[in-house]
């Protein structure tokens, strides 16, 4: 397959294009996102549907710029799907034929049940695991999908969109419509018992942004962000009842204002009848990921990842990881450390997973620069550690990559992260134990040749190597209160 793949989705109300590049097999990152609200169907829904000139000259202009872009990175594959702007319309074949002979690409227009599909298997992919009834809330539909033990389920697709409820409901102030309008067409969603809505779309990434900062999330991650229904259900009554200048004060967008109240419409109608619902997870992906992991997990089992690979984690160690000897040995080394103590400390043993990536990534700062090492692993991990980890994991791990090296996590930087790192005594713990592992390493053995015990507080090592520099380093260590470590 191509090394650096362009995707494109023609939404109802924004066009996208991102283009990826593969560092290995399943693994890739993002060199290019790109957006414009281009509106293909506005002025279509009352004109029974018909794209109107103005709305396709500048999704064409648009796709004419998008494909420079595509093409000043090499592009040597284009995937372009159009959703219900271009589903719905009678006229479809005049746009699409003039963008094929114009532009030469061809666009894919996908039917509803394949655009739930593919946003459930981004998230399915690309969010930690998670039962969870998925919700795609676009400018002309609305799909949803069950995620269900790994598998997607129960695809469906309404003709619920916030720029068709702007145009059939709100211009003319009719909410009252617009409720009984969603409400008639969220009788066709299967009644799954379920507490977890992934929301997929702006209108979600709009939402929860502005939640984020009403609650100072101290994470800048929007991917993976959770709040409770509540939260959510409270949040767009607000929106429902501002008016533009209170909407700025919500941090809404003004490129948002004017279909912001019809997908908060869609959101609160819903949570009213799904009272079963507890836990929002906003998707930063859908469709576009969805269409590109498709295609690179062709032949795999259930549309999925091998066991337990993360594009993430494997895109840094392909990216940045210099020796990756030295990489794999502080991960196991901290393991057989972590094993050894975890019982003793009180620690929770499910700790082990994100302490194990931490070792494995804390050295890829050094590729960017030497000086300050640590600073630039803690920075690369809190940006790009992005798939399927939930904020807890991801900031615990960047924590542990900051302090890898003899001081224990400062007081002010846990206090900053106190809802979502585990209380001070683990961050700690787990802190410490890189920080030993890496100055066990510090003569960069290519084998661990090394006896560890652990008795009375003690770890007691012994090695057959030469441990000189190693001595001198685990001398400097902050150790937390109570831990030895003697050689033999
Ligand atoms: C879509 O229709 O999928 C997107 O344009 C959604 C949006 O709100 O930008
Ligand atoms: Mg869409």
């Given at each position: 397959m191509a090394k650096i793949t362009a995707v494109i989705d023609i939404g109802s109300n924004s066009a996208r294009m991102v283009v990826y590049e593969k560092t290995s097999r399943f693994a890739f990152h993002l060199l290019h996102e790109v957006k414009s609200?281009?509106?293909?169907?506005?002025?279509?829904y009352k004109n029974n549907g018909y794209l109107q000139e103005e709305a396709m000259q500048r999704t064409y202009d648009a796709l004419e710029n998008f494909l420079r872009i595509a093409s000043s990175y090499k592009v040597r594959k284009i995937l372009c799907v159009a959703t219900s702007a271009l589903r719905d319309a009678p006229n479809k074949q005049e746009f699409l034929s003039r963008v094929r002979n114009g532009l030469k690409l061809n666009i894919k227009v996908i039917d509803g049940e394949k655009e739930a599909l593919y946003g459930a298997v981004a998230c399915l992919n690309l969010l930690p695991k998670a039962d969870a009834l998925t919700i795609d809330i676009g400018g002309g539909s609305t799909e949803f999908s069950y995620i269900l033990e790994g598998k997607v389920t129960n695809t469906l697709s309404l003709a619920l969109g916030t720029v068709r409820l702007k145009e059939l409901f709100f211009d003319k102030n009719d909410i009252d419509g617009a409720k009984r309008y969603i409400n008639a067409e969220l009788?066709?969603?299967?009644?799954i018992e379920i507490s977890n809505l992934i929301g997929i779309g702006g209108t979600f990434r709009a939402l929860c942004r502005a939640i984020m900062k009403d609650i100072k999330y101290?994470?800048?991650?929007?991917?993976s962000f959770e709040c409770s229904s509540k939260t959510m259900s409270i949040f767009v009554d607000k929106v429902m009842n501002a008016n533009e200048r209170r909407l700025k004060t919500l941090n809404i967008r003004p490129e948002r204002f004017d279909v912001i109240k019809p997908g908060s419409l869609i959101i609160s109608e819903l949570l009213k009848r799904k009272t079963d619902i507890n836990n929002i997870i906003t998707s930063g992906v859908g469709v576009r990921e969805g269409v590109y992991l498709s295609d690179i997990l062709r032949g795999q089992k259930d549309n999925s990842f091998p066991a337990n690979f993360n594009p993430s984690v494997r895109y840094l160690l392909d990216s940045y990881i210099v020796d990756n000897n030295h990489s794999n040995q502080l991960a196991k080394l901290s393991k057989r450390i972590f094993e050894l103590t975890y019982n003793t400390y009180d620690i929770d043993k499910k700790y082990a997973k994100e302490l194990v990536i931490a070792a494995k990534l804390s050295p890829i700062g050094a590729s960017l620069h030497n000086y300050s090492s640590n600073q630039h692993s803690y920075y690369l991990i809190q940006t790009a550690l992005e798939y399927g980890f939930t904020h807890q994991e991801i900031i615990l791990i960047a924590t542990l990559t900051k302090y890898a090296k003899r001081r224990a996590p400062a007081t002010a930087h846990i206090a900053e992260y106190k809802n979502i790192l585990p209380d001070e005594r683990v961050a700690e713990f787990l802190s410490f134990i890189i920080s030993l592992s890496s100055a066990l390493l510090t003569h960069r053995p290519r084998d661990l040749q090394y006896e560890i015990g652990f008795s009375d507080n003690c770890l007691h090592v012994s090695s057959q190597d030469n441990l000189y520099l190693a001595k001198d380093a685990v001398k400097k260590l902050e150790s937390p209160k109570g831990i030895r470590v003697e050689f033999l």
């Open positions: 609200r281009v509106r293909l169907p506005e002025n279509a009788d066709k969603l299967s009644n101290p994470l800048n991650k929007l991917h």
